[in-house]
């Protein structure tokens, strides 16, 4: 070996059983000077033994890792399932509460209350009705004049002439009529008598009235105001003509929001 001490292993010795001597190989040069029977030593692997390490899992993951890993997609995906079924029972509760909300939009619909159905509704939207209003009034004539085309006043199924309205058809109305009079100075004994009438084929009637006295202060020269209200249901039968007579036209105040008179089908 040339006395060359830089090996990169230990020195190997083999023994033979059978003559019970060494046969010596590759003695060290120090060893061999002493002349002593070097001590055996054990035989080294080749190359050296390392450590085995921890089996690991996929990805290079130890199994505790993974079963960490495992139960946290559970959780996750437990969150989610129970996520979509409290949607699908909120999708559920809000459909009922839309059904029960129409069901009670519909028995809260007007023709529910009074008991009629839509067709009838519509039917009823021409129901026999006027409206007139006040005018300038000739103070020869008792019975009123009144406006039936202009202004909010109109006239629908029910005939205007002569200051009356006249039914095409038998039933209940509602008859009204409001007057206001206006003046500066007045007597102690005048009187104002509003009153409402109805003529048929046969006979003159007098359906409302109303009388005041002392509506002013005699003497006085500051302007006073009065009015008058009536209003009733009437059954009235076709043909039948209603008009109003006031005691002193000439009073009337000229106002036409003031005065006025119709009446409208119940039936």
């Known amino acids: ?17 059978a003559a019970g001597l060494p046969q010596q190989q590759h003695l060290h040069p120090q060893m061999a000077t002493a002349g002593t029977e070097p001590s055996l030593v054990p035989c080294w692997t080749f190359p050296p033994a390392r450590f085995q390490t921890k089996r690991r899992g996929c990805g290079g993951m130890n199994s505790a890792a993974g079963t960490l890993l495992i139960m946290v997609l ?15 029972r909120l999708e559920t509760e809000v459909a009922k509460l839309k059904q029960e909300m129409y069901k009670q939009t519909e028995s809260s619909a007007p023709q529910k209350l009074v008991g009629h159905q839509i067709d009838e509704i519509k039917e009823t939207k021409h129901l026999q009705a006027a409206h007139l209003i006040g005018k300038h009034q000739d103070t020869l004539s008792k019975t009123l004049k009144w406006e039936s085309k202009h202004g909010r006043a109109f006239t629908n199924g029910i005939l205007y002439r002569d200051g009356g309205l006249q039914v095409n058809e038998t039933g209940l109305y509602f008859v009204y009529s409001r007057v206001e009079f206006l003046a500066r100075n007045c007597k102690r004994r005048d009187a104002l008598a509003h009153r409402v009438y109805v003529k048929s084929k046969v006979r003159l009637q007098m359906l409302m009235s109303d009388h ?6 005699a003497g006085s020269t500051e302007v006073w105001t009065s009015g008058s209200s009536l209003g009733s249901i ?28 119709g009446l409208f089908n119940l039936s």
């Not at 559970?74 to 979509?84: D, E, K, Q, R, S």
Request: charged share 10%; hydrophobic share 45%.
């Open 1 to 17: 070996m040339n006395g060359n001490l830089r090996y990169q292993y230990p020195q190997v010795f083999t023994v033979d059983a």
């Open 74 to 88: 559970l959780v996750v995906f437990a969150a989610l399932g129970l996520g979509a079924y409290q949607i699908m």
């Open 212 to 217: 005041k006295e002392g509506f002013c202060m």
């Open 234 to 261: 009437q059954q009235l039968k076709q043909g039948d003509w209603v008009f109003v007579n006031v005691s002193q036209p000439a009073l009337l105040s000229g106002n036409y929001h003031s005065n006025y008179f």
